[in-house]
């Protein structure tokens, strides 16, 4: 069974332009998250979708970042226009939701990193 | 609010010592708690996790028991390899789905 997808696994790009990065979550699960991940901030929640519809996008760290999910079984997190502080690794997970007991399910990651 | 508070690292040991990684957390109500690990170059995996008082989750010779009167769950292994060298995150869920992450323990195993 395949697991969170996540696409591009690296990208690199100047600063100004906007970057697009791309979620799969796991076929059934209802619950979507998006995760930044940096040595001074560790790892942060930016956004939580349930059904598809955005739930706390309070970890969003400025209009600059934007993020949707068209259906159930894909999510985009935007970044226009990109700056060097937004280079990190962004995590997509998802899960089955319903509850406090169950767990999140990581993709591999898309390291981005803004010259 | 929420908090998970992990040991800070990098925890440093040989080949076949015994781990202990400490994790408490503050939280309202009766919240589950996960271990998950992530290895390097790689996204978070679940290593084991407990949903009520007294419950022991184990994994890959991983053990941790949710302590309510102390409001713990600490990771222990009693025998570590130089492949479970990895960063540990300790986290919660309280309420709804989101996960509340302690700032992550990194564990080198020396052969």
């Known amino acids: 069974d395949a697991g969170v997808i996540q696409s591009p696994r690296h990208e690199v790009t100047e600063m100004g332009q906007e970057v697009t990065l791309r979620c799969k979550p796991i076929?059934?699960?209802?619950?979507l998250f998006w995760y930044r991940q940096t040595m001074m901030r560790g790892l942060e929640l930016l956004i939580y979708f349930n059904n598809n519809v955005p739930i706390d996008d309070s970890g969003m760290p400025e209009d600059r970042f934007s993020a949707k999910m068209p259906n159930a079984s894909f999510s985009t997190l935007k970044i226009q226009p990109s700056e060097p502080r937004d280079s990190a690794v962004y995590f997509c997970?998802?899960?089955?939701?319903?509850?406090?007991?169950?767990?999140?399910?990581f993709g591999p990651g898309t390291r981005l990193t803004v010259t | 609010g929420n908090s998970v508070t992990q040991m800070e690292g990098p925890v440093t040991l040989s080949e076949e010592a015994f781990l202990t990684i400490n994790c408490t957390y503050t939280a309202t109500g009766y919240p589950s708690l996960f271990w998950y690990v992530q290895y390097p170059g790689e996204g978070l995996q679940l290593l084991l996790k407990?949903?009520?008082?007294?419950d022991k989750g184990s994994n890959k010779g991983f053990e941790a028991t949710y302590r309510k009167e102390t409001t713990s769950f600490h990771l222990e292994k009693g025998s570590v390899q130089v492949s479970d060298s990895a960063v540990y995150f300790c986290a919660l869920n309280n309420a709804g789905n989101m996960l509340t992450f302690g700032g992550g323990t990194r564990l080198m195993v020396k052969p």
């Open positions: 076929s059934g699960h209802n619950s």
């Open positions: 407990a949903t009520k008082a007294d």
């Open positions: 997970a998802s899960s089955l939701g319903g509850g406090r007991a169950y767990e999140q399910y």
